[in-house]
């Protein structure tokens, strides 16, 4: 199986709704579909990742289609670059809206797997989206086998460079998106002096090589209350704008720059 066990890293296997391991360390699948593959001794905190308030706005934002385009970009390089993949990881999946749209645009035939810190995130994701396989876990120990994946989507999540390589199979796909250089540029010169951009160099991550890269601009345009407010609380600014700044923008509208670079890596 693809799953091995967070304490001793031995093959978990599936009995009803209990994985379970040779050392008979044992992980209840939630009644909402996913797994818990993050021990207690493993955590940094009651209730590591995202908390509800924030994933129900990532939710209520993205469910309104203003990243579909990454979207589509994303899905459309995994097409073009994956040939007879079975298995896939969304690393960081969140409450799940890449990861669906990803495994509806890749079919049956292809197996996704969704990883991330936020148990309230994967509750939603996991209920709503029954046809992938989703998982609470740390990008930085993941709780697959070596060489599991044909085929990896990490966007905005944090990881070890030794977990991605371990996990993935040779030739496997890898891709990744990040800021571009003036992603949210204006709600950052509401909040800093001199703001500076993001570098729009290459990346590189031990044991790949890059193979394409993409730098995706637009301008997002918000005008409903709701909206801003979903897009400020699922944002770092959230924490750094004032309330009255906040509330100009809820009243008055605003437009960002919408800057992704996306990057497509080959495992080596």
Known sequence: MIYRCPICEQALTLQDKTWFCASNHRFDRAKEGYVNLLPVQKKKSNDPGDNKEMMFARREFLNKGYYQELSDNVNNL???FLKEAQYGLDIGCGEGYY????????GEDFA??????????????????????????????????????DFMLRIYAPSLETELKRVIKSGGILITVC???RHHFALKELIYDTPKEHTQEASSIEGFELIEQKRLEST?????????????????????????????????????????????????
């Open 78 to 80: 995994a097409k073009t």
């Open 99 to 106: 990861s669906s749209r990803l495994a509806k645009e890749l």
């Open 112 to 149: 996704l797997f969704g990883l991330d810190i936020s148990k309230s995130a994967l509750k939603y994701a996991a209920k709503r989206y029954p046809d992938i396989a989703f998982s609470v876990a740390s990008s930085f120990d993941m709780p697959y086998a070596d060489d599991s994946f």
């Open 179 to 181: 800021a571009g250089p």
């Open 220 to 268: 997002l345009h918000l005008s409903d209350e709701n909206d801003i407010r979903h897009f400020l609380q699922m944002t770092p600014y959230n924490w750094k704008l004032t309330d009255e700044q906040k509330q100009t923008l809820s009243i008055t509208g605003f437009e960002c720059e919408l800057d992704f670079k996306i990057e497509v890596f080959r495992a080596l």
